[in-house]
């Protein structure tokens, strides 16, 4: 009897880290148990990379879909337009969210696979990363406090997940759907996340760290005094600011209510205009 290999569709969404976005794939096609225990298909979109990063992709991974975008579309557009692809070009088993700056051990992809497997296939799997250089956790799953969990070699339920990398079985995809287009770049993971709880379904951790990726290393720039006003509420409104006051305040309202939504959407500009009220407290 043959026995058919889980297929992954492995998201990715990449704009100008050549270097890194290669790394990334090079782990990603030297998983163990890859061909053997699981197949993957990935759908990577170029965002208008001026790096050559497609061109050096079609070359040393010519069995990546490349999906071209505009250069507008960010993190989540970009992830949501690799899933919409992915989804009406095959019936996969898994859809695995993939940063192209992360990089997974030779093992990640198997353990993120067995998580799946002792949920019953039924709950979403972050994995969890490392700083190699301070050999502390980057990314993973949150407590409802926003406490980053700990890999303890068991499950453990989280309330929110960051999206570096994460394992979604068809059963939660079946659900819950993809990634919500409203959102540019910030937010599209937690709002999925609580979306996810929000159908009664769970969130888990893998058991084990499953790659590496390194945190920023630095605040946003509309939370540093040493920038310009102009320089702090020019961020805070671009995509890259991660709390663009509109589109913060549609998911507080959506998961936390209105009171919430008003004192963040007020708490985050009184941070542009005085951001010394914050560094003075950490």
Same mark, same amino acid.
């Given at each position: 009897?043959? &026995?058919?290999?889980?297929? &992954?569709a492995v998201l990715l969404t990449c704009h100008n880290r050549k270097d890194k976005t290669l790394k990334s794939l090079r782990n990603l096609f030297e998983q163990d148990g890859l061909e &053997?225990? =699981?197949?993957? @298909?990935?759908?990577?979109?170029?965002?208008? $990379?001026?790096d050559g990063t497609g061109e050096a992709i079609k070359k040393q991974f010519p069995e990546v879909n490349i999906l071209q975008g505009n250069g507008n579309?960010?993190?989540? +557009?970009?992830?949501?337009?690799?899933?919409?692809?992915? /989804?009406?070009?095959?019936? =996969?088993?898994?859809y695995l969210w993939l940063n192209d700056d992360t990089f997974l051990f030779e093992q990640g992809l198997l353990n993120l696979m067995a998580a799946a497997f002792l949920s019953n296939n039924q709950s979403a799997i972050c994995g969890s990363t490392i700083s190699? @250089?301070?050999?502390?956790? $980057?990314?993973?799953?949150?407590?409802?406090?926003?406490k980053l969990l700990i890999p303890d070699g068991k499950l453990q339920e989280v309330y929110a997940f960051n999206g570096n990398v994460v394992l979604i079985p068809k059963y939660i995809y079946d659900k819950v759907g993809i990634l919500d287009l409203r959102f540019p770049h910030a937010i599209g993971d937690f709002e999925y996340a609580? +979306?996810?709880r929000s159908f009664k379904l769970k969130?888990?951790? $893998? $058991?084990? =760290?499953?790659?590496?990726? @390194?945190?920023?290393?630095? %605040?946003? /720039?509309?939370? %540093?005094?040493?920038?310009? =006003? /102009?320089? +702090?509420?020019?961020?805070?409104y671009s995509p890259l600011g991660n709390s663009h006051p509109y589109y913060f305040f549609l998911f507080e309202l959506k998961y936390y209510g209105l009171l919430r939504a008003i004192k963040h959407l007020f708490s985050i500009h009184l941070r542009v205009l005085i951001p010394q009220l914050w560094i003075s407290n950490r």
């Open positions: 009897m043959i &026995i058919r290999k889980p297929t &992954i &053997i225990d =699981f197949k993957v @298909e990935v759908f990577l979109v170029d965002d208008a $990379s001026t579309l960010y993190w989540n +557009r970009g992830m949501h337009l690799a899933w919409q692809t992915a /989804v009406a070009t095959n019936d =996969f088993d898994f190699l @250089e301070t050999n502390t956790i $980057s990314y993973g799953g949150n407590s409802k406090t926003g609580l +979306r996810i969130s888990y951790i $893998s $058991s084990d =760290f499953v790659g590496s990726c @390194e945190k920023n290393k630095s %605040l946003p /720039v509309w939370c %540093l005094p040493s920038s310009s =006003f /102009v320089k +702090r509420a020019c961020n805070l």
